[in-house]
């Protein structure tokens, strides 16, 4: 008989003792980090694992015959391995190292955008972009030709579906690119239904997971989409390297992004060919010790489970939510909290975010104030920027009840 | 005096709330429209020369920022008005950090910046002269 194992509740406490930063005081103040969304903390396995690589294993990778370019080519690709089983791809070789979510998004745009889009085709996005799946698309749409439609937002700041066939009727659409999570709003988006749109169409989906990956599981089989890309500093891991997945078929056709060492398979005077999957799209010495980091961090987030983190951060939420609903004077943005994740956006009335976020940091609460890189939803929202709190699994409640302290000190200065 | 009251003292907070030379101006002499690319916020500043054609007769300034922002901007109006275009095309920065008199962050640095940044840009267009280094990025990328 099946027995349903009891659901592992994340313990908050005992996970932020793993985080260094925290140790310190800020202003004097405890660290109220309620800025997750735009870069995570780091854990100290993480940090060891890096450092143990440096002091033990560290040499260039794949050309070396020596013992140490071996280690470190065993490690990179043990840290490809465990991206491939992060996100449940078919094929190792179907994963790539880059910088981060921004550059694998660029590879797609121009790699597979330059040669693939043209007059009358369509490249459609979201009101909800970060820059990073707006500003591409934009350009390589530009350069070839080819339109750019927005699928826009409800009032609550989730995509509105209802004129996706007005969208359809505007031109060919070969590519639809979306978050799965938005940095600003944490709106969860519907991937699985954009994408089967998406292949009605006969278009690509380009699914930028990197506001997703860090806090569920992202499994790009049962997301069906063509392109998946991701960060680790936004997951616990290092800056410096991020993924990007991609179908065999897809990237066996497009030409590389970048050229130079190691991603050729022979270079002579008249012709140099290309390396095979993944090295075609690696050009340049690897981001060795931050892949490394990369593994570290989804060994420690897998240890707690995705399931873990997605429900802990859904709690946090709502209880943010509700904590800052006792607010007078404040705007929240943004769906409920059963359908966002942990992140919380709002205004408050005649201050602008960045004297909220300059009082509140005198208090030791670090929160974003800005247009969060999405400019266009700034716009939409009419405003030029917000205030945004972000959760992660190291988050207590004593933190969104210091930004709360923090809010109404706001208030008093501005009364 | 604690920290809050330090940065948000009380002249800074009544420039917020009452701006001075607040508004826009029809067939101004001189305008132009500054962003701030780390927050998106904008501001508008229009100048009217005197008979002369020289002296600042009238500044206004429109947008949206913060109180650092907006504050500075509003002091800065007081500041250029009856003096020439081409002395505040050049003027020094720190005479408005004087003014604005109260410690900042490197970004908080360029909320304070953006009113006198653009009002350059405007001074410097209206009257021909090239704009001077570090200003050119700023008319092409954030004006245009
Ligand atoms: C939804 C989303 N997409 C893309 C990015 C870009 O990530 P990176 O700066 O790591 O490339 C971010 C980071 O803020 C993000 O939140």
Redesign the pocket.
Known sequence: MAVQAPKKRLDARAIRADFPIFEQLIHGQPLAFLDS??SSQKPRQMLEEMTEFYSTSYANVHRGVYVLAERATAALEGAREKVRALVNAPDVREIIFVR???EAINLVAYSWGLNNLGPGDLVVVTELE?H??FVPWQYIAGRTGAKLAMIPLTDEGELDLSGLDAIAAQGQIKVVAT?QV??SLGTINPVEKLVAWAHDQGAIFVC?A??SAPHMTVDVQALGADFVAI?A??MCGPSGV?ALWGRTELLRAMEPFLLGGHMINSVRLEKTTWGELPHKFEAGTAPMAEAVGFGAAIDYLQAIGFDAIEAYEHELAAYALGRLGELDGLTLYGPPADRRAGIVSFNVEGVHPHDVAQILDMQGVAIRAGHH?CQPLMQKLGVAATNRASFYLYTVREEIDQLVEGLHTVRKVFA | MNEFDQMYREVILDHYKNPRGHGEMENADAEAEGQNPLCGDEVSIYVAFADDGETIDEVKFSGRGCAISQAATSMLTEMVRGRKAIDVARLDKDELLEEIGIPLTPVRLKCAMLGLTTLKVALHKAKGTPLPDGLAGFDELELS
Do not use: I, P, R
């Open positions: 969304a735009a981060n979510a921004t970060h990073s799946n978050n938005s940095n930028d990197a506001q960060s500093h936004k991020g890189c």
